[in-house]
């Protein structure tokens, strides 16, 4: 999935650092203080949803963390429940869940599998 150079997988090094660095510039206390009213905007968008649908609460709020992670990091505005980006949100959302917990896939349960992943890609 690309997912190569994300953060949270990164072994701690120069790359890590760097990603690290990068992120800290947006994140601090002061820039996070720019950040609320789109917030502010989600939130009552995802109290609208939640009074009119209480029963599909998850549903509201992977929109809402989704819109609000869209418009902070690449300034795209989420304006319908039809948006591409939410789409694809559960999507991934579903694959990450059917992968399975760490340490339960096949490569963890025989490691050496590892060493030949590129030849069982065939």
């Not at 510039?25 to 939640?50: D, F, G, I, T």
């Not at 300034?75 to 991934?92: A, M």
């Amino acid at each position: 999935m690309g997912w190569v150079r994300t953060l949270a997988l990164l072994r701690y090094g120069k790359v890590f650092q760097r990603h690290r660095r990068m992120m800290q510039q947006y994140l601090n206390a002061n820039k996070c203080l720019s950040y609320q009213p789109a917030q502010a905007r989600e939130v009552r968008v995802l109290l609208q949803h939640l009074l009119k649908a209480p029963a599909e609460r998850d549903a509201h709020l992977g929109r809402f963390s989704t819109a609000v992670i869209m418009e902070l990091t690449y300034g795209h505005r989420v304006k319908s429940d039809d948006d591409p980006y939410l789409k694809y949100t559960k999507e991934v959302n579903k694959v990450m869940h059917n992968s399975g917990s760490p340490g339960s896939t096949p490569v963890d349960l025989v490691p050496f599998c590892t060493y030949y992943r590129t030849k069982l890609r065939r």
